[in-house]
């Protein structure tokens, strides 16, 4: 799985830490910040909109991907 990935997937599952430290990361190792926030943060919340509109995810957990993928701040 890449880091990418990896980013995505912690947006999705709402990981404030994971998404933080993952973000410090790329960026550490030189990653393009458009890429990380196409290719990750957006990426995760584009698994999360289906997922909310099918009846899957709740309000309660698309707030916590939105406020995991604003935590890197």
């Known amino acids: 799985m890449s880091t990418l990935t990896q980013l995505a997937d912690a947006v ?3 990981d404030f830490l994971g998404v933080k430290d993952i973000t410090q990361q790329l960026i550490e190792g030189g990653t393009d910040p458009i890429e990380i926030i196409n290719q990750g943060l957006i990426e995760g919340m584009n698994i999360v909109a289906p997922k909310f509109k099918s009846g899957e995810m709740f309000v309660p957990e ?3 991907s ?3 993928m604003s935590s890197t701040k």
């Open 12 to 14: 999705f599952k709402g």
């Open 66 to 68: 939105a406020r995991a």
């Open 62 to 64: 698309v707030m916590m």
